[in-house]
T-cell receptor
Framework: SQTIHQWPATLVQPVGSPLSLECTVE??????LYWYRQAAGRGLQLLFY??????ISSEVPQNLSASRPQDRQFILSSKKLLLSDSGFYLC????????????FGPGTRLTVL | KNQVEQSPQSLIILEGKNCTLQ??????????LRWYKQDTGRGPVSLTI?????NTKSNGRYTATLDADTKQSSLHITASQLSDSASYIC???????????FGTGTSLTVIP
């Protein structure tokens, strides 16, 4: 069966510090991968998605970046965090046709102080 | 513009009562619509999926309906339980592309 992991579960970082959130998927190959951010009381905002190794599409211009160094690994990064980067970050994967369901990871709660 | 709107934004009901959540969308061309349940601090989990040809689908106490002509869907929860307290998110997939369109969710609170 497929599983998706995210770490860390929670993170408190000072403004201006770097960020690296990691997501890995098991039990499937060549998944589509997604990073979402969810601000408190708000809906999910798509940040990045990837259809293959090294292929990243950015949906919202900001100080975040994403990379996909391996087929089932998706990394969200920042060189300098802003207060506005605080939120709940979710990684998800789906199959390669739109009929497929998105499976979400457990999320990372990021607080920037 | 592809959009998904949900109502109400929040809802409080007594345990044992029924409720209905609404989802309107403009996503085209339409492929499928999913309802997700998101517990606080957790990732969303799929409840039901509706395709163009389906009008009603049930998953236990959850029943989803779809009217593809009016581009509306509803999620009906029967005999609510405290554990139903969560955010319910409507997600629509188009026929082409790799994106999913999310509603902002309905926050449901079930009180004893």
């Amino acid at each position: 069966s497929q599983t998706i992991h995210q770490w860390p579960a929670t993170l408190v970082q000072p403004v201006g510090s770097p960020l690296s959130l990691e997501c890995t998927v098991e039990g499937t190959s060549n998944p589509n991968l997604y990073w979402y951010r969810q601000a408190a009381g708000r809906g999910l905002q798509l940040l990045f998605y990837s259809v293959g190794i090294g292929q990243i599409s950015s949906e919202v211009p900001q100080n975040l970046s994403a990379s996909r160094p391996q087929d089932r690994q998706f990394i969200l990064s920042s060189k300098k965090l802003l207060l506005s980067d605080s939120g709940f970050y979710l990684c998800a994967w789906s199959g390669t046709i739109s009929y497929n369901e998105q499976f979400f990871g457990p999320g990372t709660r990021l607080t920037v102080l | 513009k592809n959009q998904v709107e949900q109502s109400p934004q929040s809802l409080i009901i007594l345990e044992g009562k029924n409720c209905t959540l609404q989802c309107n969308y403009t996503v085209s061309p339409f492929s499928n619509l999913r309802w997700y349940k998101q517990d606080t601090g957790r990732g969303p989990v799929s409840l039901t999926i509706m395709t163009f040809s389906e009008n009603t689908k049930s998953n236990g106490r959850y029943t989803a309906t779809l009217d593809a002509d009016t581009k509306q869907s509803s999620l009906h929860i029967t005999a609510s339980q405290l554990s139903d307290s969560a955010s319910y998110i409507c997600v629509v997939s188009p026929l082409t592309g790799n994106q999913f369109y999310f509603g902002t969710g309905t926050s449901l609170t079930v009180i004893p």
